[in-house]
């Protein structure tokens, strides 16, 4: 048995699958027949990495981004969320121009890959996943008649797919992990799932919720490690995987404060018993109905 996760570049074409080392033919350029076509037809999933460049790009915040540039989907039958950009009414990009990429330099992971697809796998039993890669040939894209031959690593190498390949490994492990573990843990709760959406997201949120004081009291990180979080996205972005991992898969990835556990279990005591006592005076109060109408 082997798990996959479809990374967000999908088609509905069926691909030829390849290896890091197989060779490609293609070449996209600005005086190709079908320049932009495929940007007109744009059905791009962002990843958290992909968000942070672009509201960066755009001067705006995760949530100004979010709200002007998105539409939120459900990746997967358990509800988890997704985003992706945001089109026209006729299924354009919302950054495509005559030019081309308005935001070229920062433009998503799936459009770097295009006309690649990439998909991460792991047997049973093994803990590394394998990365492979799938060529997509849709009628619109020309750029499969060109000359140019590249090796997909090199094809990726153009396309300056390193460092969010790096950004993104952790967050599509995460995800990787969610649907290996399959319905034997049942759907996530619905908190469980809004967690997702914001340390995922919407990291002006998790920002807010790492800097309260409830979590001061209940982690324990160092005033360097608050300093970084409270200024760099990067480091919020990567401290944010930890904590999915945390929240949704109870892995011990962030310190807790001593005692605090036990704090917790005391809390709880206090309305458990709070509880108990609301139940006690329910079936008192019905017994006392009952008797009053006898
Ligand atoms: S972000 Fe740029 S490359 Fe990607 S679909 Fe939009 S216009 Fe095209
Ligand atoms: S060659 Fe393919 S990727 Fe390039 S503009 Fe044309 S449709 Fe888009």
């Not at 290896?19 to 495929?38: D, M, Q």
């Not at 991460?120 to 394998?130: I, P």
């Not at 008649?145 to 967050?171: I, P, S």
């Not at 290996?180 to 709760?189: D, I, K, L, N």
Request: hydrophobic letters at 35%.
């Amino acid at each position: 048995m082997s798990d996959e996760l479809e990374i967000p570049f999908k088609s509905d074409v069926m691909p030829a699958k390849l290896e890091l080392g197989s060779e490609l033919r293609f070449r996209c350029h600005k005086g190709i027949s079908c320049f932009n076509a495929c940007c007109k037809q744009a059905d791009i999933t962002l990843t958290p990495y992909d968000i942070l460049r672009l509201k960066d790009r755009l001067g705006k915040s995760f949530s100004e981004f979010i709200k002007d540039h998105t539409v939120p989907f459900q990746m997967d039958q358990d509800g988890v969320p997704g985003i992706k950009l945001r089109t026209d009414n006729d299924g354009a990009c919302l950054f495509v121009t005559e030019e081309g990429c308005s935001v070229y330099p920062d433009r998503p992971t799936s459009c770097r890959y295009y006309p690649l697809g990439h998909m991460a796998m792991r047997k049973a039993g093994v803990s590394e996943e394998e990365t492979h890669y799938f060529l997509v040939k849709e009628d619109h894209c020309k750029g499969h008649e060109e000359d140019q031959v590249l090796t997909v690593q090199e094809y990726l190498h153009d396309q300056e797919t390193g460092l969010y390949d790096q950004m993104n490994k952790e967050w599509l492990q995460i995800l990787l992990k969610k649907r290996s573990a399959g319905p034997s843990v049942g759907r996530p709760s619905e908190t469980s799932l809004q967690f997702f959406f914001m340390a995922s997201y919407n990291l002006d949120n998790f920002r807010a919720f790492v800097m309260s004081e409830n979590f001061r009291n209940t982690y324990e990180l160092d005033d360097a490690t608050y300093a970084a979080l409270e200024k760099e996205d990067q480091a919020l972005l990567q401290f944010a995987n930890k904590m999915m991992r945390q929240v949704l898969f109870g892995e011990k990835s962030i310190p807790e404060k001593e005692g605090v556990w036990d704090k917790r279990l005391e809390g709880r005591k206090e309305v458990w018993e709070a509880r108990r006592q609301a139940e006690i005076a329910r079936k008192q109060a019905e017994q006392d109905d009952m008797y009053d109408n006898t």
